[in-house]
């Protein structure tokens, strides 16, 4: 399966954001999906998993309340609602695919797609 994420740009902070994650070859309903980032000199991180039918979400504390993951199987598309950004969100944001599951850890996931970057100003 090929991921395309889209939908970073330059933003201020308190601004929002929505990110998207397109499929091709493969059908994502019955893949877990998740979103991860990963900061200029930072390691990559979760930001926020979901599972094939969309009845498990998991978020990293720090953009609870603020980012919102869902999934339109029929579109085949994975989404990230960025809301309330901070400069400390800025990094390339990554979608991943898993074929058993979800959750938090990046090695577990099967297909990565390109980073699409996020710029949020102060």
């Known amino acids: 399966v090929q991921l395309q994420a889209s939908g970073g740009g330059l933003v201020q902070a308190g601004d929002s954001l929505r990110l998207s994650c397109a499929a091709s070859g493969r059908t994502l309903s019955s893949y877990g999906m998740g979103w991860f980032r990963q900061a200029p000199g930072k390691e990559r991180e979760f930001v926020a998993g979901i599972s094939w039918s969309g009845s498990r979400i998991y978020y990293e504390d720090f953009v609870k309340g603020r980012f919102t993951i869902s999934r339109d199987n029929a579109k085949n598309t994975v989404y990230l609602q960025m809301s309330s950004l901070e400069p400390e969100d800025t990094a390339y944001y990554y979608c991943?695919?898993?074929?058993?599951?979800?959750?938090?850890?990046?090695?577990?996931?099967?297909?990565w797609g390109q980073g699409t970057e996020v710029t949020v100003s102060s």
């Open positions: 991943a695919a898993r074929i058993y599951g979800t959750g938090n850890s990046a090695s577990k996931y099967d297909y």
